[in-house]
T-cell receptor, first 114, second 111 residues
């Protein structure tokens, strides 16, 4: 089954404790991205990757890191999480094309930072 | 300021009662407008892409249309299973390639 998977699905952590949220897709997509979703603010892009070893900042990259060493994986790293990073996070991928955003989203990771 | 606004925020319909959701945008250099459906506890699911004014796309009870300033998602004779949050997103920009999501319309269809 074609899908985007994320782990963990739920995470409660404390301020300053480094964490990684994994994302993997089995559709051989070049483009992958991370979003956070907050009430009243909609989905906002954190980072994106056009292909392996190429990543770039989205609209809200502060406090996050990413890496893209393999085509299928795109982990999101929070080096020192803070309470304002409490949010619902989505990973997404899309096939190559003319710049469209017909993205496939993962199931989401609900992160709480206390 | 570049932005995407969806209205209404929430909509409650009776089964079979047709209606429309609105997505208005103020961006320059529209590349595409996208509609997604999001069920509770799940990631958004892609529905439609519209690229130019006058374009229309249909899927079952849903029909998306696009003008120069807004898009409509028409829902004809909705069923309870159409209940979800519908998100609109706009890809725009010349040299830069940006994407903005609206905050969504929460649709509840009652039997």
């Amino acid at each position: 089954e074609a899908q985007v998977t994320q782990n963990p699905r739920y995470l409660i952590t404390v301020t300053g404790k480094k964490l990684t949220v994994t994302c993997s897709q089995n559709m051989n997509h070049e483009y992958m991205s991370w979003y956070r979703q907050d009430p009243g603010l909609g989905l906002r892009q954190i980072y994106y990757s056009m292909n392996v070893e190429v990543t770039d900042k989205g609209d809200v990259p502060e406090g996050y890191k990413v890496s893209r060493k393999e085509k299928r994986n795109f982990p999101l790293i929070l080096e020192s999480p803070s309470p304002n990073q409490t949010s619902l996070y989505f990973c997404a991928s899309r096939p190559p094309g003319q710049g469209g955003y017909e993205q496939y989203f993962g199931p989401g990771t609900r992160l709480t930072v206390t | 300021e570049d932005q995407v606004t969806q209205s209404p925020e929430a909509l409650r319909l009776q089964e079979g009662e047709s209606s429309s959701l609105n997505c208005s945008y103020t961006v320059s250099g529209l590349r595409g407008l996208f509609w997604y459906r999001q069920d509770p506890g799940k990631g958004p699911e892609f529905l439609f892409t519209l690229y130019s004014a006058g374009e229309e796309k249909e899927k079952e009870r849903l029909k998306a249309t696009l003008t120069k300033k807004e898009s409509f998602l028409h829902i004809t004779a909705p069923k309870p299973e159409d209940s979800a949050t519908y998100l609109c997103a706009v890809n725009y920009g010349g040299a830069t390639n940006k994407l903005i999501f609206g905050t969504g319309t929460l649709l509840a269809v009652q039997p």
